[in-house]
């Protein structure tokens, strides 16, 4: 059974489409990559899977008792999130509010430590989020997600701005949590967690381009020149 399935979307804001004819469906366990030139749709449609903002036409449904408020999301990074004056600690807390509210409790003490080992920030936990590195940053953000809702995660661009080596670990981070069997959804410009992760392929290009596995995707003329542009190997 499908958890998330999107029939004929379209997709955009104060009455101008960005992205039409999207049909696609996510079951758990998998892990979609959506891919796609800037402007295309990608980001527009995880808002609207989150329901920040509603489509202009078409449908978007839930299956096996998954609600939004299950899907943990990851955004895009802003200059903002660069002086968020708060310990590690207290920005994964601020996770928890999702499902409960201000009140801590002892279950919530123990999913943020659960996903600060998870991430492997444990030790960092009473830094200052604004003197972290951009990768540990990125990972206290992604255990805040988790603290929200660990059956579904949403990431949009979750290795942009960061080097090499700090993309490398959170492309390994996030292929842990897959193995764990955790539904990942990820916006991406790369091709390396197409390449190598993935098992569904989800290519917006102002219309849906293709949705299918990754083994297809990567014979179709769209995978190829995706996989060509993005440098993979």
């Known amino acids: 059974m499908a958890l998330i399935e999107c029939e004929n979307l379209s997709l955009g804001y104060e ?49 096996g008792g998954l609600k939004k408020n299950e899907i943990g999301y990851l955004p895009q990074r802003t200059a903002q999130d660069f002086d968020f004056p708060a310990s590690v600690y207290e920005v994964v807390m601020s996770g928890c509010i999702n499902k409960s509210g201000f009140f801590r409790s002892a279950s919530k003490r123990a999913a943020v430590e659960k996903n600060l080992e998870r991430m492997g920030i444990s030790d960092i936990s009473g830094r200052c989020y604004r003197e972290l590195s951009g990768g540990q940053m990125q990972r206290t953000l992604l255990a805040r997600a988790l603290c929200a809702a660990d059956r579904v995660v949403l990431l949009d661009e979750p290795v942009a701005g960061l080097d090499p080596v700090a993309t490398n670990e959170m492309y390994e981070t996030v292929r842990s949590l897959s193995k764990e069997g955790i539904t990942v959804i990820m916006v991406t410009h790369d091709a390396l967690p197409v390449l190598n992760d993935a098992n569904t392929v989800l290519h917006l290009a102002g219309n849906q381009l293709f949705f299918g596995s990754k083994e297809d995707y990567l014979l179709s003329d769209a995978g190829r020149l995706f996989a060509g542009q993005s440098g993979g190997r």
Do not use: Q, W
């Not at 980001?43 to 839930?62: C, D, N």
């Open 15 to 63: 009455g101008h489409t960005v992205v039409e004819g999207i049909n696609f469906s996510v079951c758990e366990g998998d892990y979609l990559c959506i891919v796609g030139e800037n402007g295309s749709g990608k980001s527009t449609l995880m808002k609207t899977l989150l329901g920040i903002e509603k489509p202009i036409s078409g449908r978007v449904a839930f299956g």
